[in-house]
């Protein structure tokens, strides 16, 4: 059973930034493309930054420039490195597993709630 643990969040000005973490049980990391969704009050869920098993990056347009996903594998851990952060960034993150597509395949954590005032 994979468990999916995020951290990192918090309140902050327009303009500052977070790093937020995601930790896992078990060795998904390795064999897993990883990416950090969100979901803002009244909205879907979205995918908003992705990495593959080999290091490849992509961005929701919304986020580009701006965010940074990375991976170190032998930690077992994802951080997203967020700058410039905008008041439309508020929402819960959740960090997930995810097809090369960007389907999520485990269940989600409790995600941590960034809240960027204006």
């Known amino acids: 059973q994979v468990q999916l643990v995020e951290s990192g969040g918090g309140l902050v000005q327009a303009g500052g930034s977070l790093r937020l973490s995601c930790a896992a049980s078990?060795?998904?990391?390795?064999?897993?493309?990883m990416g950090w969704y969100r979901q803002a009050p009244g909205k879907q869920r979205e995918l908003v930054a992705g990495?593959?098993?080999?290091?490849?990056?992509n961005y929701a347009d919304s986020v580009k420039g701006r965010f940074t996903i990375s991976r170190d594998n032998a930690k077992n851990t994802v951080p997203l490195q967020m700058n410039s952060l905008k008041f439309e960034d508020t929402a819960v993150y959740y960090c997930?597993?995810?097809?090369?597509?960007?389907?999520?395949?485990?269940?989600w954590g409790q995600g941590t709630q960034v809240t960027v005032s204006s």
């Open positions: 990495i593959t098993s080999g290091g490849s990056t």
């Open positions: 997930n597993a995810m097809t090369g597509s960007g389907v999520p395949i485990y269940d």
């Open positions: 078990g060795s998904i990391f390795s064999i897993n493309a």
